[in-house]
C-alpha cells in the first residue's frame, strides 16, 4: 500500500493514484454517507498495519471509516459537537491486539474502538 497517493480532488471528493501506474485508480465522495449537507474532508489517516482501513473527519464532526475494498464506510462516528474534526491518529495498544482511534476537534479528544465504536477508553475536554 506504499505506493497509494489520496488528494483531495474537489472538497468533499477524494482521489486514489497508484504511483506505480501513475494512474487514478479510483475517487469518491467520502463524506456523502454521513448525511450531512455541505460538508468537507477535514481529516485523513491510513491504519498502519495492513492499510486497507482509511478514517476520514468531516466538516461537521463526524468520523467515517472504510476498508479501501468497499464503497461505503464501515463505520461512522459521531463526535457529538459538531466541529471540524482536526486530527486523527491509528494507535497501537500493549492491552488490545487492534488499534485504537484518537479523533480531535475543538471540544474533545477521543480514544475509542473503531470496530465497536465505545468510547469507553477515554475522553479528554479541556477546561475553560
Given at each position: ?28 465522495d ?8 455541505d ?17 476520514v ?19 461512522i462516528?459521531?463526535?457529538m ?7 486523527i ?13 484518537i479523533?480531535?476537534?475543538n471540544?474533545i479528544v ?19
Amino acid at each position: 500500500m506504499g505506493w497509494l497517493l489520496v488528494v483531495a480532488r474537489m472538497v468533499p471528493y477524494i482521489e486514489c493514484f497508484d504511483m506505480r501506474t501513475r494512474s487514478s485508480v479510483g475517487g469518491r465522495d467520502v463524506v456523502a454517507p454521513a448525511r450531512d449537507i455541505d460538508q468537507e474532508v477535514t481529516a485523513l489517516e491510513f491504519d498502519g498495519e495492513g492499510g486497507f482501513l482509511m478514517a476520514v473527519g468531516s466538516s461537521s464532526g463526524k468520523v467515517l471509516i472504510y476498508d479501501l475494498r468497499s464503497s461505503y464506510p464501515i463505520r461512522i462516528k459521531d463526535h457529538m459537537y459538531g466541529s471540524p474534526i482536526l486530527d486523527i491518529k491509528w494507535q497501537q495498544t500493549l492491552n488490545s491486539e487492534r488499534p485504537k482511534l484518537i479523533t480531535t476537534d475543538n471540544h474533545i479528544v477521543r480514544i475509542w474502538d473503531p470496530e465497536t465504536l465505545s468510547n469507553s477508553h477515554m475522553q479528554i475536554m479541556p477546561s475553560f
